[in-house]
């Protein structure tokens, strides 16, 4: 396998009234063709900031300070506008998390469809609307070409992240990058989403990026995950190590299964106690120090870098802290390994 | 799960839809609106008469019947004379041409204004966007009649100094007509106080539209910006626009009623269905029939260009379509 998108010393911040949102802080990460990659952590952490980086699609505001992201190795944030443009759906297809606004009401599925596969592809109206047809029925949307001639809200939710799905995909791109894409759907349709995207992944050997801030979905669908918290990586691991042998705390309370910080008896937790750190004035020290159990005084005085753990079964395995958790006693208090 | 999804969606409305289109969709839902086909009737009539009014009248608008003075309406005057004896049907009549040249053109001068600065401001933001904003709420802030009066009074005789040295050098009669003075400050006075309202609307749509959805999954597909404009922000500015247009017409026309009532409206002797109101206002008690003719057109208009406004927008506004 190679490596298809190599990301590294990623930095983002948006410009506020008062300074700088630091979103995004030094995040590397690489992705293989055709590997699934999860991406987790709390509202906020900057998982979507750090996927609209790759392919500048952030709003005025934002500005990326230092970085490269190597796609194949040409370096996405130096190309030009029109390079970007040929980037963005056809190498990199991207999904988001709204489905029911993420389609333009005034223009019918046939033409919306139709219109990347016109530019990029260099497909005839007529090609390009036989190619949509086809495309809605490989994403589970029968009479295709009927439909190409409705309009968006003659769809339902599901339905319609199934037309963002086959846009995305419609001109073979290499990576899919679906930023919880099922967060607004109900239950039932999620899991469709999900099946349809490993089935259309299987297919056509896509590499994909599935953000979530959900670790139950994670463990179907990825090879690897990524886990963020206040614009860090800080842990990075192959999916089964993840959740068998977790290293970082933050990982081990997104389980789930963080010991109190006040040793409180008897509260088995399923949400990590405390918030996030302020990322307008982030310390420069571990940023979750704040509601970690495990922390000592080095955590308050260095950050930890991202980096590979001990005894791990997997060499891509890595984590930022200061202690190894696994020989640290903490005062548990009953709090279960499973929720 | 699938295919119950699909079918909830109804097999009919999927036949039926696929033979439409948006524009059909839209006039077929404008036409099932009551009050917008309502309307248009008197719009259409307004815009008819307005274009073949001085070829229907009975009378010519100046022309004075001396024997009939204030006369009551007949067969012979249908709505009555004035104190001068002129036939008060065929100055309204042509007074829905004054009613027509001020709502269009003050309204497109506004509206080009309102949509270059509105645009400007939403697209390039920082100092601009704050220039434009600190305009408007300047203008906004004046009250709209004080603002005309202002502008009559300064501008009003050295314009008319200027076009009669124009004369005098060109002996070219154009210049001769001081009414087009006050035509020119009229239609300036109302587009000096539209503008405001439709760059806000326009910079808001931009602003808006730009940090939607469809238009971040259209960029992520690699749309270049002019298609994106075209296709996706423009058509969605559209329906609030055509509503604020519409009702923008009619007020225009109620503002220069006003200016006339004030005296800095269109002067004689092309009658203004204002300045008909203003001067009927002043014996209303004893010949009603100069006020209520004018004042029902009046009123009539502005309501009906208020509801076709609405109609248009829910008719262009696919996401109200049920489904
Ligand atoms: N337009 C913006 N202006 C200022 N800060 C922003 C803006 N958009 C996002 N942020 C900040 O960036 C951080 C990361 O956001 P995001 O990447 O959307 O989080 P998530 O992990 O939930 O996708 C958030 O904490 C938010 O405060
Ligand atoms: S570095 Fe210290 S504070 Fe940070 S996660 Fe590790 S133990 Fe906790
Ligand atoms: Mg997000």
């Not at chain 2, 309502?38 to 022309?63: H, R, S």
């Amino acid at each position: 396998m190679s490596v298809l998108l190599d990301v590294q010393e990623l930095q983002t911040r948006f410009q506020v009234r008062k300074g700088y949102v630091y979103a995004v802080n030094g995040v590397s990460f690489k992705l293989e063709e055709g590997e699934t990659l999860a991406v987790v952590g709390e509202s906020g952490c900057g998982k979507s900031v750090t996927m609209l980086s790759l392919v500048r699609l952030l709003p005025p505001a934002a500005s990326i300070e230092n970085g490269k992201v190597l796609l194949r190795g040409d370096d996405l944030l130096q190309i030009d506008q029109r390079q970007l443009r040929d980037v963005r759906g056809g190498q990199i297809g991207m999904i988001f998390q709204d489905p029911m606004t993420s389609l333009n009401p005034f223009i019918n599925i046939g033409t919306q469809m139709s219109e990347p596969l016109i530019y990029h592809r260099g497909m005839s109206k007529k090609e390009a609307l036989a190619r949509s047809a086809e495309l809605l029925e490989m994403v589970g949307i029968p009479d295709g070409e009927a439909r190409l001639r409705e309009y968006p809200h003659q769809f339902s939710g599901g339905m319609r992240q199934r037309v963002m799905i086959a846009m995305s995909m419609s001109c073979e791109p290499a990576v899919l990058i679906a930023d919880e894409p099922t967060t607004a759907l109900d239950v039932t349709i999620q899991a469709q989403i999900v099946e349809l995207v490993k089935e259309l992944r299987d297919r056509s050997g896509v590499a994909v990026i599935w953000i979530t801030h959900d670790l139950s979905v994670v463990a179907g669908i990825a090879d690897r995950v990524i886990v963020m918290y206040a614009g860090y990586i800080v842990e990075e691991a192959p999916v089964d190590a993840l959740f068998e042998d977790p290293r970082h705390p933050y990982t081990v309370g997104l389980m789930g299964a963080l010991p109190s910080l006040e040793g409180e008896t008897g509260t088995r937790l399923t949400t990590i106690g405390g918030s996030p750190p302020d990322l307008e004035d982030l310390p420069d020290f571990c940023p979750f120090h704040t509601r970690c159990p495990y922390s000592i005084d080095r955590c308050r005085t260095e950050n930890p870098m991202l980096e590979p753990v001990a005894d791990a079964s997997d060499r891509g395995h890595r984590a930022a802290c200061w202690v190894d958790i696994r020989e640290v006693e903490v005062q548990s208090n009953g709090a279960g390994a499973s929720s | 799960m699938t295919t119950q999804e699909i079918t909830a969606t109804g097999d009919i409305e999927i036949a039926e839809a696929s033979r439409t289109n948006l524009w059909r969709d839209a006039v077929a839902r404008l036409a099932a609106n009551r009050l917008a086909v309502v309307a248009i009737l008197p719009i259409v009539l307004l815009f008819f008469i307005a274009a073949f009014g001085p070829y229907l009248t009975p009378y010519d608008f100046l022309a004075q019947d001396f024997t009939a003075r204030l006369a009551s309406p007949s067969s012979e005057h249908w709505l009555g004379t004035d104190e001068l004896g002129r036939d008060v049907f065929s100055r309204i009549l042509y007074g829905a041409r004054t009613a027509v040249s001020v709502g269009l053109v003050s309204t497109a001068i506004s509206l080009i204004v309102g949509l270059v600065m509105g645009s400007l401001a939403g697209y390039l933001g920082g100092r601009v966007d704050m220039l434009v904003v600190w305009l408007t709420d300047m203008t906004r802030s004046m009250p709209a009649l004080l603002l005309a009066i202002v502008i009559n009074l300064t501008l009003k005789v050295p314009l008319e100094a200027w076009m009669e040295q124009m004369y005098l050098a060109s002996k070219n009669t154009f210049f001769r007509q001081t009414m087009w003075v006050d035509l020119v400050l009229v239609f300036g006075a109302l587009a000096l106080i539209q503008w405001p309202g439709y760059a806000r609307l326009i910079r808001g749509q931009i602003l808006s539209i730009r940090s939607r959805n469809y238009v971040l999954a259209a960029r992520a597909l690699g749309m270049p910006t002019g298609r994106i404009l075209t296709r996706y922000v423009i058509p969605n500015a559209m329906g609030p626009l055509i509503v604020a247009v519409s009702a923008g017409m009619g007020g225009a026309m109620v503002l220069e009623s006003a200016f006339s009532f004030l005296g800095v409206g269109v002067q004689l002797p092309i009658p203004s269905w204002g300045k008909m109101i203003s001067d009927g206002l002043r014996m209303w008690q004893t010949h009603p029939h100069l006020l209520v003719g004018p004042a029902v057109m009046m009123a009539v208009i502005t309501v009906s260009f208020a509801w076709l406004g609405d109609g248009l927008n829910d008719a262009l506004n696919p996401r109200q379509w049920g489904g």
